[in-house]
Structures are given as C-alpha cells and as structure tokens.
C-alpha cells in the first residue's frame, strides 16, 4: 500500500493549509485513517484520526482547528487545517490501517508556519 501527501507549505500565522493523502488501494475497508507529525526534536504524535464509521478523534492542540475527513470514493484522507501557528510546524504524515494487515505510512508533507 502508498499513501501519497500533499498539501503542505508554507503559511503565516492564522494561515490555512489542507493536506491530501490519495492511497494506491481501496480505503473503504480501512478501520482508521489519520495524519501524525513530527516537528524537529520531538516525538511524531498523533494529530487526528477517522475510524470508517466517521467517528475522529483529535489532539487537544488542535481541537477547533482542524478538521479530518475521509473521501473513501477517492481513496483520500483530508486534514484541513486553520488558524495555524508557529507550533504546527512539523513533519506531517498519513497513515492507514488495516486490522487484517496492518498499518501503512505515507511519506511526510512539510508544514512551516512563520512569519
């Protein structure tokens, strides 16, 4: 399985960005789809997560901010990010799993926000 990422850049502060993860196969049957980021220094964590029921689940810093959302139609997983900060600034990645085989990796998307 390939995630692909897009979306990431560079933004100012209070800034929009949405990332796009397109997987090489079906995501309908995917029990979760998420993103995760790693900024320099620091541990990569969890940012947000959709179940295929559509139950997601957030980080407490970006609660209000971001919204995840699952196009399985597409085979794409969206994390729209607003009102950005200097602190979003990592690594970001996607990632999908599957209970029958596993979880899969894409490769990151850099998101800079600075002024």
């Known amino acids: 399985v390939q995630l692909q990422a897009s979306g990431g850049g560079l933004v100012l502060p209070g800034g929009s960005l949405r990332l796009s993860c397109v997987a090489s196969i079906s995501t309908v049957s995917s029990d979760v789809m998420g993103w995760y980021r790693q900024a320099p220094g620091k541990q990569r964590e969890l940012v947000a997560s959709m179940r295929k029921n559509g139950n997601a689940n957030y980080a407490d810093s970006v609660k209000g901010r971001f919204t995840i959302s699952r196009d399985d139609a597409k085979n794409t997983v969206l994390l729209q990010m607003n009102s950005l900060k200097p602190e979003d600034t990592a690594l970001y990645y996607c990632?999908?799993?599957?209970?029958?085989?596993?979880?899969?990796w894409g490769q990151g998307t850099e998101v800079t926000v600075s002024s």
């Open positions: 990632h999908a799993f599957w209970i029958s085989t596993g979880g899969f």
